[in-house]
Structures are given as structure tokens and as C-alpha cells.
């Protein structure tokens, strides 16, 4: 049976759902054909032609992002999180109609995939969908480094580093303000930012003395450098799917203090240190006692082997494998 990729849920997803789907594609190695639907001629059409897709009997559709279509045969969709329900649209007019058209493409697809035990319970908590068909798959945790990252060769500052966003899942406004409230200034550390801080946040940074960097598009090679170089990661989100940096950064032996939240226990154990992500005291405190610990951390190494892309690519082609001849779903899990 052949293999379908919904294009457009690759094309126009973020950078973090395109690398998963890039890591799991370079090993998951199906018998069959695969073929990728191409993107619409006007933009404006492509959300229409997603939704209205139909694959093939003969074939597996998969959208590897919180996407795709109401009506293809063996659809199989991948659910990175369920933040759009709980945060992005929260209060917004367009929640029902989200919250709709998202039930529907799930009730019809023939399986879901979640990325992580925490993404299933979200599933299954703002859907009524069949629990037998929705699978966790869980998500890579030791990352495949392929080029090599140099070591510095000049003197560079202490630095803090956030990979993040404006949304309000990602919990930038609070985690600022405890920055500004802890002894960086003192120490002279500088907060670097992939993306971009809450504005009054960055303020708050700014009067504090807190020096911030923000940056974007930052290839592989220098983030690998950054994420060695860093004191530590610093990932206060409220909720995650995975969480793909705190996994990058550990895989470059780095150091990471993030928020304490289900997803964050199930993929990283004791690995990491935690804060309770809703108190600014608390993170505070947590900021400033990661400052004070001697590099590198050390913590305990985890107790059971962390899975990697190879291993949930196994898990895919066993799904598909399952689809291909009928025999999913074998039982509720």
C-alpha cells in the first residue's frame, strides 16, 4: 500500500513540526510508494483542498501535524498538542468553530496519533473520539547531532537560553519578570533569545538591567553552539506536546531548568531541574539557585534508555503496517 503525505500540513507548519516530521521520514523506510500532495496555485486554496482531500482506497494518508482532511481514505493524523484549544484561542469567537472542524477531521480519520501520553489525555479530554483509535506515539528525546559543533575559542558571556514565542502557552511574560527579579543583573548574565519575549516582559528584562539578545533564524550549527554554551536552557511553558529544545539541548549535554508540567516528567525524568512555571517566586528562587550550581549539572543519567527518532519511526511503520492490512484498531489500549 502506498503512502501519502499531506503536503500542505508539512509545508505550512512550524520549523519544530517539520523537523519531526524530517527526523521520522530519514528512518521510516515504508515498502511501498510515497508521494507528497502538492500545495495549492493561490494560497487562499490550499485550507480548502486540505480539507476536502481524499487520498486514495488503495493508499495511507498521513498528516504528520494537527491538520488535514475531513474525508481521505485511511487518514492517520499526528496531534503535536492541544495548545490552539486551551491557550491560542482561548476566549476567541473562532474557538467553537475550531474546536468543530478539529472533532470532525479526528472522528474521521481511521487512527490518531498523539505525541506524548499528555497530548492523548488532552485529546480524549476536548473530544469525543473513539479512546481505541488514538495512539501516543511518543516523541524523540535523543537526538541524532550530525555535524559537530566547534568549541568557542573566544571568551563569551554567561547566557541564558529561551527558544519561544508570544503565545501564551509559552509563559514569557512571567518567566521574564523572574529573571529581572533574580540576581542576573548582578551576575551579568545575558538572557539570548530565539524568538521573541512578551513585550512587557523584555521591558521588565530591560529595567531590571537583564542584557537580552533576541534572534531568529539561527541554523543548526550555531544553536548547537549556544545550547553548549548556555548555562542553561530555560523552557517555563504551561503546556507542551514534546517539547523539542529541552531534547536538542540534552542531546548537546546541556543544561536545562524548565517548567514543572506532565509532559516535561514523562520525556525527561531526572534529567533536567523544575519550577512551578505559575509562581514567579518560585522561578525566581530556581533561576537563581541553577546560577550558583557548579557546570555541568551532573544530574543522574536516565534510567531507561532515551527513545530516538528510529525508535518511533519503528512505531509508525507498525501502524501503518496495521492500517495497510485492516487490522487497526486491534483493541483499546
Known amino acids: 500500500m502506498d503512502l501519502i503525505i499531506n503536503?500542505?500540513?508539512?509545508?505550512?507548519?512550524?520549523?519544530?513540526?517539520?523537523?519531526?516530521?524530517?527526523?521520522?521520514?530519514?528512518h521510516l523506510h515504508w515498502p511501498g510508494g510515497v508521494s507528497e500532495t502538492p500545495l495549492a496555485s493561490k494560497r487562499w486554496l490550499e485550507r480548502p483542498n486540505e480539507l476536502l482531500a481524499r487520498g486514495r482506497h488503495d493508499a495511507i494518508f498521513w498528516s504528520p501535524s494537527h491538520r488535514g482532511s475531513l474525508l481521505a481514505h485511511n487518514h492517520i493524523v499526528t496531534v503535536l498538542d492541544c495548545i490552539n484549544i486551551e491557550y491560542v484561542y482561548r476566549n476567541d469567537w473562532r474557538l467553537p468553530l475550531l474546536r468543530g472542524t478539529f472533532g470532525l477531521l479526528l472522528a474521521n480519520a481511521r487512527a490518531v496519533v498523539t505525541i506524548s501520553h499528555a497530548t492523548r489525555d488532552a485529546v480524549l479530554k476536548h473530544f469525543p473520539i473513539d479512546p481505541a483509535k488514538v495512539v501516543a506515539i511518543p516523541g524523540p528525546v535523543d537526538f541524532e547531532i550530525e555535524m559537530a559543533v566547534p568549541e568557542l575559542t573566544v571568551a563569551a558571556p554567561d547566557t541564558v537560553l529561551m527558544i519561544t514565542n508570544r503565545l501564551p502557552h509559552k509563559n514569557t511574560l512571567r518567566a521574564a519578570r523572574a529573571l529581572a527579579a533574580s540576581s542576573a543583573a548582578r551576575r551579568g548574565v545575558v538572557l539570548r533569545v530565539i524568538g521573541a519575549l512578551d513585550p512587557d516582559g523584555?521591558?521588565?528584562c530591560e529595567k531590571a538591567g537583564v542584557v537580552v539578545e533576541q534572534h531568529s533564524g539561527v541554523p543548526d550549527s550555531v544553536l548547537r553552539q549556544w545550547l553548549r554554551q548556555a548555562l542553561f536552557l530555560f523552557s517555563p511553558s504551561l503546556q507542551e506536546g514534546l517539547n523539542l529544545?529541552?531534547?536538542?539541548?540534552?542531546?548537546?549535554?546541556?543544561?536545562?531548568l524548565c517548567s514543572d508540567i506532565p509532559v516535561h516528567r514523562e520525556f525527561y525524568e531526572d534529567a533536567v531541574l523544575y519550577f512551578d512555571p505559575l509562581s514567579e517566586v518560585a522561578m525566581t528562587n530556581a533561576l537563581d539557585a541553577a546560577f550558583a550550581r557548579a557546570r555541568p549539572?551532573?544530574?543522574?543519567?536516565?534510567v531507561h534508555p532515551r527513545r530516538t527518532f528510529a525508535d518511533v519511526a519503528r512505531e509508525y511503520r507498525k501502524l501503518f503496517q496495521q492500517v495497510a492490512e485492516q487490522n487497526f484498531p486491534v483493541s483499546a489500549p
Open 7 to 26: 503536503g500542505t500540513a508539512i509545508r505550512r507548519s512550524s520549523l519544530g513540526a517539520r523537523r519531526y516530521y524530517e527526523g521520522v521520514m530519514r
Open 202 to 204: 523584555l521591558a521588565a
Open 245 to 256: 529544545p529541552i531534547a536538542e539541548s540534552l542531546s548537546c549535554n546541556g543544561n536545562v
Open 297 to 302: 549539572w551532573n544530574l543522574p543519567p536516565p
